[in-house]
């Protein structure tokens, strides 16, 4: 028989949940954000339950203890905040300036990232220590090209030209081909995805550099980096 207790809640059952954790938990309750604000014309881009995303954002950071904002189009944009951005969409760090935000990029962001992001807090009772683009340092920590499988590959020079030449099929380095490894910081390269399996430059394509502000406007995907800054140095790529 259909039990309707075991349905998740959704529709203003939903919004009535969230009012009673802000609540009963103000000060205490971590806030997830999916998605970004759109800020132009008055949010009308973006509502739920007759409410803007920007008024909800805002009301339910106001209790929050700490903002953890889900994928790139939470952290950095994404493509909606891609040139020349017609909504007016902003990250939920440039919304939210006075409680902490973690940022937790990708598109998407890796699933073990995001739970292990929670089960640190939730164990050390702290937030993780960040890197100046406010993202967790346990992962986001390293460069995809520092450990690439086919880093020994740039080290030798040895690149792919084209799709289909033979550096494809012998997995050579795809810098050439548009590659964003040596300038994107996230753990692709050891996490990997689906359990473990793969990864985009695993399965014969370069990284976009998604975990990367701004990403969409570093093109054209396919051609050498463009000139996309580093932030641990002063230099870019």
Known sequence: DYDDT???AAGHQAEEIRKKIMKDYK???LLAVEGNAPTNDGGVYCTIGGETFTSILEEAAAGAKAIIAWGSCASNGCVQAAYPNPTGAKP?????TDK???NVP???PIAEVMTGVLS???TFDRLPELDSAKRPKMFYGQRIHDRCYRRSYFDAGQFVEAWDDEG?????CLYKMGCRGPSTYNACASMKWNECVSFPIGSGHGCFGCSEEGFWDNGPFYERLANIPNPTTDLTA
């Open 106 to 108: 990708g598109c998407p």
């Open 120 to 122: 640190y807090i939730l």
């Open 168 to 172: 494809a099929r012998k997995g050579w």
């Open 92 to 96: 939920v760090y440039k919304m939210i």
């Open 100 to 102: 902490p935000v973690i």
């Open 27 to 29: 000060g205490q309750y």
């Open 6 to 8: 075991l349905q998740a």
